[in-house]
Structure formats: C-alpha cells, structure tokens
C-alpha cells in the first residue's frame, strides 16, 4: 500500500522499547506519508537528563508536546508521529491539533521493555534506569476513541500489516 485514498494521520506510541521508531518508520512508507520521529524533537536539556537516567516531567514535555504538534498540523497530507505518548492529557493535546488522529498503542511488559532498551544502550540516549518511570506515568489508551492496541511482541511485519488493515476503519471507536 503506497498511496491512502484519505490522509493518514497517525501517533505510535507506548513506553522505552516498546517499538516505537521501528513501527513508525515501516507505516510511514507503507502509507506513502512522512514520519515524525519523536525523539529528534526533544530539547537538549531533555535528552541530557535522560541520557543521566532522569525522568521528564509535564513541564519538560510541554514544548516538545507543543512542537509535535505544530509538526503534525504542517503536514496536512498525513504523517506518522513516534510519541511516547504516555498520558491521556498528551494524547488530547495532539488530538486537539490534530483532529481524527489516531493512536498506535504498542503494549509491552517491564521485562521485555527493560531488556530492550538496555539492548540499545550504545546507540540511544536513553538510560534504561528510566523504563520503571515510564511504567509508572503510563495511562494506557484503553478505552479511548481512535486507539489500537498491539502486542509489542509480534514480529514488525504482522505490526504493519494489522495496523493498515484497521487504518481504513472510519469510526474511531475503540
């Protein structure tokens, strides 16, 4: 699927590890729309203190939040955001910039999330000391319109092609 008949309008999200950037990349391309990598957009204060293992707080996340935002209002044709996303207050501030966008929820345990992240230690700023935290501010979507819930544990393939099939459904029910 390289084309969308409708823009696509869509936020991956989930805790450290969970798939976040692999996913976001693979949807981007088969919907034929930009992805938004969330990370790249973090101030410099803010990958310092979570490369030293210190959690981000509201007021940390509120301009990036805000720049995610802008980013996904500036491309009208579509695009795919990684976002951590963990809170409902977030979700609807996107959502409010966004209208129709939907969420990608890849759901994952603490072990799995863990082992992860410290898998990629040398390659990313984040310190896996920090995936309790993310555990600990995470409100899953569970229930909210517009969200699909995955097992982060599938392999990629199966990811993509669960979440372009449930893409064309125009109801955002949950």
């Not at 044709?77 to 990684?82: I, N, P, S």
């Not at 969200?147 to 955002?172: G, S, Y």
Request: hydrophobic residues 45%; neutral net charge.
């Amino acid at each position: 699927m390289n084309e969308s008949p409708v823009s696509v309008f869509l936020v991956v999200m989930g805790v450290a590890g969970c798939g976040k950037s692999s996913l976001g990349a693979a949807l981007a391309q088969a919907c034929g729309v930009p992805l938004i990598e969330g990370d790249d957009h973090h101030s410099g204060t803010s990958r310092e203190k979570m490369r030293l293992g210190v959690a981000l707080t509201d007021a940390d996340r509120a301009g990036w939040l805000r720049t995610l935002a802008e980013l996904l209002q500036a491309h009208q044709q579509g695009a795919v955001l990684t976002c951590s996303a963990l809170k409902r207050a977030y979700r609807d501030q996107l959502r409010a910039a966004c209208p129709g966008l939907r969420f990608v929820f890849l759901d994952i345990d603490r072990e799995e999330a863990g082992q992860r992240v410290a898998a990629r230690a040398g390659t990313h700023f984040f310190s896996s000391s920090l995936v309790d935290s993310q555990f600990a501010t995470l409100e899953p979507p569970v229930g909210e319109p517009g969200v699909l819930r995955l097992d982060a544990r599938l392999p990629l393939n199966q990811l993509c092609a669960q979440t372009v099939a449930w893409l064309p459904h125009k109801e955002l029910a949950p």
